[in-house]
């Protein structure tokens, strides 16, 4: 065991503040890290508040981050797929267990039995797991990602959250090439859906409850937007989605974005409104549409999305912030105040 810096929170209400944390030295699976990025995630803030507490209560203190990339200092004996000096990543999960049908299908995501980067159980040290805002970490050979040489490192963080999760569904939905999809919301999740359907060659449209958000939506890629407050523009575009990605964690009304769907069409849940949606039977039934969710995604899927980001030159948009603004970050990400991810510059831990 050696004992790492990082920034905890030790209480719901307490700020996050310089630390030391313990981690485990690596076994002959593990690969040890530097933590070069960390983006922040808004998963991050809610389980530093513990207001998830009724699913997932937060166990102090608690080190968040899980859009980790870094480059490899260590490892070890049987570890097959790194060397020092590769860059790597580590995403939401560092373990699983293993045999499970999710895990056998590749989907670790889905794992019962799932051990998530932070406030996780962690069998190696005891307690729970310790994240990404942290100088180094230790994660099992298995849940360490190849990070393409080409990309900046500070943009690539949050793809390991923000950009699995809603390139998974995307990929899922099969070939968008050319068919009308629609992104609702353009945040974190949203400029990075826009970003992925226009690599796979959609006609792609955003819809915001703000117009001034049209300039930047065409620049991250959009071809159209949509003010969703606008009936008539609404009106206009109803019948006409093969499919819809929607962002939104607050309370919206799903049934209007489900009308915009063509026959067959699906919309996928990535946000999670606090509230269940109200859903209209009538909305789905004509049209044969259909309503989904999705999570991040699969080990194998999620490297299969930095290698497109690496052959497409993908990055999320990023505000580079030194470790002593992780508070006033939190604070600007509440009022939805960046554009689109923070991605904390770890070497700033350095002077702490």
């Given at each position: 065991m050696f004992n790492a810096k990082a920034y905890s929170a030790a209480s719901a209400t307490s700020p996050l503040a310089s630390t030391t944390i313990?981690?485990?030295?690596?076994?002959?699976?593990?690969?040890?890290?530097?933590?070069?990025?960390?983006?922040?995630?808004?998963?991050?803030?809610?389980?530093?508040?513990?207001?998830?507490?009724?699913?997932?209560?937060?166990?102090?203190?608690?080190?968040?981050?899980?859009?980790?990339?870094?480059?490899?200092?260590?490892?070890?004996?049987?570890?097959?797929?790194?060397?020092?000096?590769?860059?790597?990543?580590?995403?939401?999960?560092?373990?699983?267990?293993?045999?499970?049908?999710?895990?056998?299908?590749?989907?670790?995501?889905?794992?019962?039995?799932?051990?998530?980067?932070?406030?996780?159980?962690?069998?190696?040290?005891?307690?729970?797991?310790?994240?990404g805002y942290s100088e180094s970490i230790v994660v099992d050979e298995s849940f360490v990602l190849r990070v393409p040489a080409n990309l900046n490192l500070a943009g690539v963080a949050p793809l390991l959250c923000a950009g699995i999760t809603t390139y998974s569904p995307i990929r899922r939905w099969g070939d968008i090439t050319g068919k009308k999809v629609g992104v609702v919301g353009l945040g974190g999740l949203g400029h990075m859906g826009v970003k992925f359907a226009r690599a796979f060659?959609?006609?792609?449209?955003?819809?915001?409850?703000?117009?001034?958000?049209?300039?930047?939506?065409?620049?991250?890629?959009?071809?159209?937007?949509?003010?969703?407050?606008?009936?008539?523009?609404?009106?206009?575009?109803?019948?006409?989605?093969?499919?819809?990605?929607?962002?939104?964690?607050?309370?919206?009304?799903?049934?209007?974005?489900?009308?915009?769907?063509?026959?067959?069409?699906?919309?996928?849940?990535?946000g999670a409104p606090e509230k269940p949606l109200a859903v209209s039977a009538f909305a789905l039934l004509f049209g044969r549409r259909s309503l989904s969710g999705s999570i991040i995604g699969g080990i194998a899927e999620t490297q299969e999305m930095l290698d497109f980001c690496g052959d497409h030159t993908i990055t999320a948009d990023v505000e580079v912030i030194p470790i002593q603004k992780v508070n006033e970050a939190y604070e600007r990400l509440v009022k939805s105040d960046v554009k689109y991810r923070f991605s904390i510059d770890m070497a700033s831990l350095k002077s702490e």
């Open positions: 313990p981690r485990r030295e690596a076994t002959e699976r593990d690969v040890q890290i530097e933590i070069l990025f960390c983006g922040i995630c808004h998963s991050d803030l809610h389980t530093v508040r513990d207001e998830w507490h009724s699913i997932m209560p937060t166990v102090y203190p608690c080190v968040p981050g899980h859009e980790i990339v870094g480059r490899v200092t260590r490892v070890g004996s049987a570890v097959t797929k790194f060397k020092q000096g590769d860059l790597a990543g580590v995403g939401c999960l560092v373990d699983s267990d293993h045999t499970c049908p999710n895990c056998q299908d590749g989907l670790e995501q889905l794992c019962p039995n799932q051990t998530l980067t932070f406030n996780s159980p962690d069998k190696h040290l005891g307690g729970v797991t310790y994240g060659g959609a006609h792609v449209v955003v819809f915001t409850t703000s117009p001034g958000k049209k300039e930047d939506a065409l620049r991250l890629g959009a071809h159209e937007v949509i003010v969703s407050t606008n009936a008539e523009e609404m009106q206009r575009h109803a019948g006409s989605f093969a499919f819809i990605l929607d962002t939104i964690a607050a309370d919206h009304d799903i049934n209007a974005y489900i009308n915009m769907l063509g026959r067959d069409g699906n919309i996928t849940l990535v």
